[in-house]
Structures are given as structure tokens and as C-alpha cells.
């Protein structure tokens, strides 16, 4: 009988909290390892779902962009495609099927949602996951299920293809992996256990009859023999009995782990030949799904010879039977010749070289029908394997409107060559009478400078004669009584006072005569040079307001110059002149009538490295309609008036193309016109 059953059961505790430790590390690194496999295999294999869908969206997709009618044909191509998609991969299973978003967010393919019910799913959080991210895969907790989701962009649809599967499909494996061992872990902890009792129960008999003999001599029993056996037999059994535990829990891990990769590698290895099998079907199906129902003629050629074919290409060639299509080959089908003149024989076969070495060929035909009709196609030949054979897999699209159009086009473009080349010489005519004008207009500018200027002077220059004269007179008359020596004193002093104020008065006249000319053989020189040189623009500004004096002398109209007197640039004062007199006289002939008062601001000022000039009228102004014209040549508002339209081309040619400057206009009907020069210093 055991009678130290504390010592009994801390040693039962202790291996079994040990046992049941190693047991739970096993299972732990067991089944994160086991998960982690089956995450990885998992997400290959429904991207590979996944890329099979892609593949036939892809197929239709270029199928679609060769009808070279993508706007006419792109929305029934998206539904044929989301219903072979459906017929193919979208089987009876609410646990795990395949789901595709188009380009506006909508549900287009799923076992539960459509666009009908959009407001059921495109709110939530997963959903705008999915939108956000475009490409990955996770998991979510949904009505107290749990699914996993996984799904890749189509970039040119925008589509979002993927597949929703539920957690406990995914994890089948890894759950019966859990139970099993679980299962085992208890029988292994029970067995365990119950072995443990028994050993404990041997090994604390000794220790147990020891504590009876050990009484006894308490008692004065020392006649109690002492016959303990078994110690150095407990320490051996004990070191053996830990070797044992070690190598056969060692053992059993290691079994378990063989046990599972094999069952799991057996498991993925069918799974992986049963998806396999499915992706040919499916593969095989899409393939005579595009085959026989292309809008596109299709043919198949083997070692030279016609081997297939689809409707689309009998209706082409005008065959009724397939049979008597598959006794022909390409020479038949042919002209004799090409339209460049090589024979079709020798070209064909050229082709089919070109094809079997770069393993696909895009090139135009003629073509012959049955009734021989001869029409274009564009033929695109592809070299493919079937069942382990090389074949040629060709192409062939109707061209012939494509082919009329082009040769429509080509003389169009010859007819438009012609018109080009006729406008091209009425260009150079124009240019040569439009610089014609140009210098004209210098010239007629320049007359009303001269005219301007003789206007100016004939009054300082009249007071000037008058004063001399009237000196001359008093001159004789003082000479006379000089003579005759009947001079007064106040008389010579009234001679003096008189002489000496009409002195003034001729030398002030005659200095601003010499001003004015001055002016005028600056502005002369300015006008008709392209010189470039330092001057100071208002006492410039001035002198060309003088120098058009002629110009507006009988017109009502007030100038205010804003500008700082000792304001200097170095630029060419000739082509500021010219601006200047085509800004005034277009403000003259547009902005206010002959009898109307009107006002004229100038302003100049420098900002940073460029001169500012602001031209503003307060006059009619331009229609908005008329703003982007105003610059063309010959384009005026006031022909009736004589106006040719050149003056505001000729100032836009000065300041952007002669100074290197910008112009802009600010224009409002009734509110006059601001013109904004600038100009790089």
C-alpha cells in the first residue's frame, strides 16, 4: 500500500504538466506550420483560378480590340464575357465562388449580389477594401462567418476579379489535422498517465517499506531487517525510463511529421491534378467557344494544308461546306499574283517561314472568293501546339472598306497636296503685299511727322519774324534821330527796353523752333532705323505726341502721361515710336468719334528686368467675340473707313517678335481697351 501520496501525486503533476507542455509546443509549431503551407498553397491555387479567368477576359479583350471597333462593341463583349465566365466557373457551390466587379464598383458576377442590389454590400468595409486595394487577398468575420477573400485588377476593363471562400473550407485540412491530434494527444496524456501511476507506485514501495522499517527502529524494533532493495535499480530504471520517454516521444514527433507531409502532399497532389483537369476542360472549352464562335474567319493549317476552320470563315470566302474548304490550300484562295507582283506561291510560303521562325506574323492579303471576287484581308498567322503538333493558326479579318477607304484618302490627300501647295504661293503673295503696306504705312507715318512738325514751328518761327521785323523798324527809326541828332535820353531808353524784350522774344521762339526740329530729326531717325540706344521715354513719349501734332490737332483728345522724368531704357526707340503712332491712330479710327472728347493714358514704369507700358482709352472698346482677332492681319471692324487692319498686327510684330516682348488686351464693350506691353530690358 502506497502511503506517501503527496510525494505520489507532486510527482504525477509534474511529469504530466511536463508531457502535456511538449505535447502543446508540438501541436503549436505543428499547426502554425501546417496553417502557414496551406495559406501559401491556398493562395496559389485560387490565383491561379483567378489568372484562368483573367486569361479568357484577356482572350475576349483582344478579341475585342482586332474588330478595331472598341466603342461599338465594348459593352456586349463585357457581358458575353461575364456569361462565359459564368457558364464555366461560377458552379453551384455557396461556399467558394468566383466574383467579378466592373469598372463602375458593381457587383457584375456573385452568387448573391448584383447591380440591382448594390446598396447591400457597396457601403461596407470589405467591399471598399477590395476597390481601394485592387490586388491582395484577407479575411473577414461576416454574419458569424468566417471567409477569406482573394482578388487581382484587370487593367483594361478596370475590372476587380477574385474568388470569396469560406474559412472552413480553407482550413479543412488544418482543423482535421487539429482534432486528430488532439484526439491522439489525450490517449497519449491518459496512457501516459496511468503508465506513470504504476511506476510511481513501484518506486515509492521501497521508499514506503523504508518509512515501516525506519518506525519500527523508532520503536526499538532493531531487530526489523532491514532489506530495502532496489535503489541503484530506481536510478538506472529512472535514467532509462528518461532515455525511453525521450527517443519515443522524439520517434512519435518525428512519425507525426512524416505522416503529416505525406498525407498533405498526397492531399495537395490530387487536389492539384483535379484543378489541373478542370483548367483543360475549362481551357479546352473556351478555346472552341472563340474558335467557332469568332466574328473573325479562323483557319487552322497543317504542313501546308488546311486542317479547320470556323463558320465565319466559310461565310468569308462564300463556302458552303467545310469539306470543300479543307480540300483547298492558300494557292487556290488566291490570285495568281500579289498587287506588288510577287506570286502568291512564292510569298506564302515566305510568310509561313516568317512564322514558324518569329512564331507569329501580321500582314495584308488579296484574297479570292468562291464566285473569284478578290478582296483584301489582314491575315495574322500564329504558331501553336496541338496535341504535340506544330500548327499554324491563322486569322483573317475583312479589310476591303478599310482598303477603298485608304485608296479614297490617298487621293484626298493628293487633291489636298495640290490645294496646300496652291495656298502656300497665295500665302508668299500675301506676305510680299502685306510688307508692302507695311512700309506704307512707315512712310505715311512718316509724312504726318514731317507734316506734323512744319505745322509745329510755322508759329514760333512767325512770332520770331514778326519781333525782327518790328526790331528792324525801331532800329531805322532810333538810326534816323541818331542822325540827326535829336535823340532824347528817354527815347534811347525806350529803344533799349523795346529792343531787349523783342530780343527775348526772338530767341525764345527761335530755341524752341530748335527744339521742335530737334524732336523731329530724332523721331525722323528713330522712325525709319532699327538703332538701338539710351533715351529717356517721357521727354521721348512727348516728342512723338508733338511729331503727330497733325494727327490730332483737330481732334478733342487729352494725353496723361504717368512716368517718371528721369525714367531711362536702352531699347529701340524707333519701334516704341511706331507702337505709339499705331495705338494712337487705332484709338482714333475705333475708340471715339471725330467730334467725341476722349482721353489717352500712357503709362511706363520698370518691374524687375522688364519695361512696362500701359496704352488706355476710355472709348467703345472691343466685343469679346473680337479679342483673339484683333492681332491678325487685315482684320478690322472699320473697313468702310478706309481702315486696312494692319496697324495692331504691326505693333503686335514689333513687341513680340522685333523687342522679344509680350502684349495682352483688356477689353470691354463700352468701357474701353488697356493694352499691356512688356518688354525685356
Not at 459593352?75 to 469598372?103: H, L, Q
Amino acid at each position: 500500500m502506497i502511503k506517501n501520496n503527496s510525494l505520489k501525486s507532486e510527482l504525477l503533476i509534474s511529469i504530466l504538466l511536463v508531457i502535456t507542455f511538449g505535447i502543446g509546443t508540438i501541436f503549436y509549431f505543428s499547426y502554425n506550420y501546417l496553417k502557414k503551407e496551406i495559406d501559401i498553397s491556398q493562395e496559389k491555387i485560387y490565383n491561379e483560378k483567378i489568372d484562368n479567368i483573367i486569361y479568357l477576359i484577356n482572350e475576349k479583350y483582344e478579341t475585342l480590340l482586332k474588330t478595331q471597333m472598341v466603342n461599338s462593341y465594348e459593352e456586349s463583349f463585357k457581358k458575353g464575357t461575364v456569361n462565359i465566365i459564368k457558364k464555366v466557373f461560377n458552379k453551384s457551390n455557396k461556399n467558394i465562388f468566383p466574383f467579378i466587379i466592373d469598372e463602375n464598383g458593381f457587383l457584375v458576377l456573385h452568387k448573391f449580389h448584383n447591380k440591382e442590389n448594390a446598396n447591400e454590400y457597396k457601403n461596407t468595409s470589405p467591399y471598399k477594401k477590395i476597390l481601394r486595394e485592387k490586388n491582395g487577398n484577407f479575411e473577414i468575420l461576416l454574419n458569424n462567418n468566417e471567409r477569406w477573400i482573394i482578388f487581382k485588377h484587370f487593367e483594361p476593363w478596370n475590372w476587380i476579379i477574385g474568388y470569396r471562400v469560406d474559412k472552413n473550407i480553407k482550413y479543412k485540412e488544418l482543423y482535421t489535422f487539429r482534432n486528430m491530434f488532439l484526439t491522439i494527444s489525450l490517449i497519449i496524456i491518459i496512457g501516459i498517465s496511468l503508465t506513470i501511476i504504476f511506476i510511481v507506485r513501484k518506486i515509492l514501495e521501497p521508499i514506503d517499506m523504508l518509512s515501516d522499517v525506519s518506525k519500527k527502529i523508532a520503536f526499538g524494533d532493531y531487530e526489523t531487517k532491514i532489506d530495502i532493495s532496489g535503489v541503484k535499480e530506481l536510478k538506472t530504471l529512472s535514467s532509462n525510463f528518461q532515455k525511453m520517454r525521450d527517443k519515443i516521444v522524439e520517434d512519435i514527433h518525428q512519425l507525426k511529421e512524416q505522416e503529416e507531409r505525406i498525407k498533405a502532399f498526397n492531399s495537395k497532389l490530387q487536389e492539384d491534378v483535379k484543378i489541373r483537369t478542370k483548367e483543360l476542360e475549362q481551357e479546352k472549352k473556351v478555346f472552341e467557344t472563340l474558335f467557332n464562335d469568332s466574328t473573325d474567319g479562323i483557319s487552322l493549317l497543317k504542313d501546308g494544308k488546311f486542317i479547320d476552320c470556323n463558320s465565319a470563315l466559310l461565310e468569308l470566302l462564300e463556302i458552303n461546306e467545310k469539306e470543300e474548304f479543307l480540300n483547298l490550300n492558300p494557292e487556290k484562295i488566291s490570285p495568281k499574283t500579289q498587287p506588288n507582283g510577287i506570286v502568291s506561291s512564292t510569298l506564302e510560303k515566305e510568310y509561313i517561314n516568317k512564322c514558324l521562325e518569329k512564331g507569329s506574323i501580321r500582314f495584308e492579303w488579296l484574297h479570292k472568293k468562291r464566285s473569284g471576287q478578290e478582296f483584301w484581308c489582314e491575315i495574322v498567322l500564329t504558331k501553336i501546339i496541338i496535341n504535340e503538333k506544330l500548327v499554324i493558326h491563322g486569322l483573317w479579318r475583312d479589310i476591303q472598306d478599310k482598303k477603298m477607304l485608304e485608296i479614297e484618302l490617298e487621293n484626298k490627300n493628293l487633291d489636298l497636296q495640290e490645294s496646300n501647295d496652291e495656298l502656300e504661293a497665295s500665302m508668299e503673295n500675301l506676305i510680299i503685299t502685306q510688307n508692302k503696306l507695311i512700309e506704307s504705312e512707315k512712310l505715311a507715318g512718316l509724312g504726318s511727322l514731317v507734316s506734323g512738325v512744319a505745322n509745329e514751328i510755322s508759329a514760333p518761327i512767325g512770332i520770331g519774324v514778326t519781333g525782327a521785323s518790328h526790331l528792324e523798324y525801331i532800329c531805322e527809326e532810333i538810326s534816323s534821330k541818331y542822325d540827326n541828332t535829336s535823340i532824347s535820353p528817354d527815347e534811347w531808353k525806350n529803344y533799349l527796353e523795346s529792343s531787349n524784350e523783342l530780343v527775348k522774344v526772338i530767341v525764345t521762339n527761335l530755341e524752341k523752333t530748335e527744339k521742335i526740329i530737334k524732336n523731329f530729326k530724332q523721331v525722323a531717325v528713330d522712325q525709319t532705323s532699327e538703332l538701338k540706344r539710351i533715351f529717356r521715354v517721357k521727354e521721348y513719349i512727348r516728342g512723338i505726341l508733338i511729331s503727330i501734332d497733325n494727327l490730332i490737332k483737330n481732334r478733342n483728345i487729352e494725353f496723361k502721361i504717368e512716368c517718371d522724368d528721369i525714367l531711362e531704357i536702352n531699347s529701340f526707340p524707333g519701334f516704341f515710336a511706331q507702337i505709339l503712332n499705331h495705338l494712337i491712330s487705332n484709338t482714333l479710327d475705333h475708340a471715339y468719334n471725330d467730334t467725341e472728347k476722349g482721353v489717352i493714358s500712357l503709362n511706363a514704369r520698370i518691374e524687375g528686368n522688364n519695361f512696362i507700358f500701359e496704352y488706355i482709352d476710355y472709348g467703345k472698346g472691343i466685343l469679346q467675340e473680337n479679342l483673339t482677332k484683333i492681332y491678325e492681319p487685315f482684320f478690322t471692324t472699320n473697313r468702310n473707313n478706309g481702315s486696312l487692319g494692319l496697324g495692331l498686327n504691326i505693333v503686335y510684330n514689333l513687341v513680340t517678335i522685333n523687342l522679344g516682348g509680350e502684349i495682352t488686351c483688356i477689353s470691354e464693350k463700352s468701357k474701353g481697351s488697356k493694352f499691356i506691353i512688356k518688354i525685356p530690358l
